[in-house]
């Protein structure tokens, strides 16, 4: 267990990376589909798609904003509990 631990420890700067890309794409995304607003940026964190709302829309844009939206908001939320995991045992 304590490799495991090491071995994300030491990934870290790479999945910082990878969640600032994430982020940035997630600001891209927004911005093609409509203007940059902070609060619907907020609310695009915590808003999972559902299957119904895939299948409901008939713009293909959407439909593929709302599928990467979903993979985005999992990997941030894995990077922020590896973060607070990390930085809990590294204290």
Known sequence: MA?????IHGFMPVLHTVAAI????KIILISKYRRF???YFFYSMIRFY???DRINTSNSFRLRYMSINNW????????VLLTLYTLFIYR
């Not at 490799?3 to 071995?7: E, G, K, P, R, S």
């Not at 994430?22 to 794409?25: C, D, E, F, K, P």
């Not at 985005?72 to 990077?79: F, G, K, Q």
């Open 50 to 52: 559902s299957f119904r």
């Open 3 to 7: 490799t495991i631990i090491d071995f």
């Open 72 to 79: 985005l908001n999992i990997y941030l939320y894995v990077w």
């Open 22 to 25: 994430a982020i940035t794409t």
């Open 37 to 39: 607003q902070l609060p």
